[in-house]
């Protein structure tokens, strides 16, 4: 049997499903930084953002009745720091930078052989990352690796008039 963990506690997408399902903006996404931000102080532990993430991150806390995810530690963010998450893992196979370099496998960091490994959007089991455009990617095991999409066949080229 094989098995693995992926921890999806939010993956500060894009194009956030959660966002405009919030009806008091207790969820915003910063401009500065991407952060999709949650503010528990105006939530009212109505749900709707857990159940249009497709992801499962948000997740309900009934003794306050409010929703909880992760905001990338935007306080030590601030500070120059990297989230505790980041900074705990022994291993170190966590690490925050630019998607755009985190996706091209050019960010310097320990979390990734560069040349080598090969950064992916997608591992077995999640949802589509075209749902949101989630601002995250792995370093699958092989057998967590997803096929990619098989090509729909091409729609035969109308040929121009002269
Ligand atoms: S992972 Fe879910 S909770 Fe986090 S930004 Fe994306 S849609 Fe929102
Ligand atoms: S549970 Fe809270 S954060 Fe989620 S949609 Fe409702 S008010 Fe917004």
């Known amino acids: ?30 401009a500065d930084n991407g952060v999709v931000d949650i503010d528990s102080s105006l939530c009212i532990g109505c749900r709707r953002c857990e159940a249009t993430c497709p992801f499962g991150a948000p997740q309900y806390d009934p003794t306050d009745n409010t929703v909880k995810k992760c905001n990338l530690c935007i306080d030590e963010l601030e500070a120059g720091r990297k989230p505790y998450c980041v900074s705990a893992c022994m291993m170190r196979v966590l690490d925050i930078g630019p998607i755009d370099q985190l996706r091209a496998g050019t960010w310097d960091t320990k979390a ?3 040349g080598v490994d090969q ?44």
């Open 1 to 30: 049997m094989f098995a693995y963990k992926v921890n999806m506690s939010c993956n500060h997408c894009a194009e956030p499903a959660c966002l405009p399902a919030c009806p008091t903006g207790a969820i915003w996404k910063r």
């Open 112 to 114: 990734m052989v560069k």
């Open 119 to 162: 950064p992916v959007r997608q591992v077995q089991h999640m949802a589509n990352p075209e749902l949101t455009n989630p601002s995250i990617v792995f370093i699958a095991h092989p057998k967590g690796k997803v096929e990619p999409q098989a090509e729909a066949p091409a729609a035969p080229a109308s040929k121009a008039s002269s």
